[in-house]
Antibody
């Protein structure tokens, strides 16, 4: 059974830093692109970043470029999101998602339960 | 960035109703369009990928159509467990973007 379990979400002050983790199991982690997707309270979904299987390619939404870094450790079946210079607008539930590529189709087929990051003084 | 819009933003329907949700992209995205269902407090669930392909395990009452800029998600006969928020998402290019969502609730 595919499982994605996020951790690391806490209350942090504006300007602070935080690292989120996502532990993957039930599939060959090193075979998949992975993404972070966030959802502000009461709002819609926003894709944040993704990373290639070997970590050689990473893409970000403009609002987090230069502040967030996605990384992975295939030996530990883990995905990470280092978040620096946090702002109030980064407050959200952060989901880890498995990227599924079938032919030319790209989607998010498994999601974790999410971890809440609150940025507030 | 590619902007995604959805209509309606919410709708009320009864069990057994046929429901159609529309999604529009700000530019052509071919068939790079996915649909997700999200229930309150839960993670999203993939329903449809590549505009019209049903994800494994998803009931056949869900269907998707469209290409280019205009897409639809149809629920042929609404069931109690289908009351949720539905999001479209383009995977044509990064940043991947989602529509604002359509909330389906009970009439």
């Amino acid at each position: 059974e595919v499982q994605l379990v996020e951790s690391g979400g806490v209350l942090v002050q504006p300007g602070g830093s935080l690292r989120l983790s996502c532990a993957a199991s039930g599939f060959t982690f090193s075979n998949y692109w992975m993404s972070w997707v966030r959802q502000a309270p009461g709002k819609g979904l926003e894709w944040v970043a993704n990373i290639k299987q070997d970590g050689s390619e990473k893409y970000y939404v403009d609002s987090v470029k230069g502040r967030f870094t996605i990384s992975r450790d295939n030996a530990k079946n883990s995905l990470y999101l280092q978040m620096n210079s946090l702002r109030a607008e980064d407050t959200a539930v952060y989901y880890c998602a498995r990227d599924r590529i079938v032919g030319v189709s790209y989607s998010f087929d498994y999601w974790g339960q999410g971890t809440l990051v609150t940025v507030s003084s | 960035d590619i902007q995604m819009t959805q209509s309606p933003s919410s709708l009320s329907a009864s069990v057994g109703d046929r429901v159609t949700i529309t999604c529009r992209a700000s530019q052509s995205i071919s068939s790079y369009l996915n649909w997700y269902q999200q229930k309150p407090g839960k993670d999203p669930k993939l329903l449809i990928y590549a505009a019209s392909s049903l994800q494994s395990g998803v009931p056949s009452r869900f269907s998707g159509s469209g290409s280019g800029t205009d897409f639809t998600l149809t629920i042929s006969s609404l069931q109690p467990e289908d009351f949720a928020t539905y999001y479209c998402q383009q995977s044509y290019r990064t940043p991947f973007t989602f529509g604002p969502g359509t909330k389906v609730d009970i009439k």
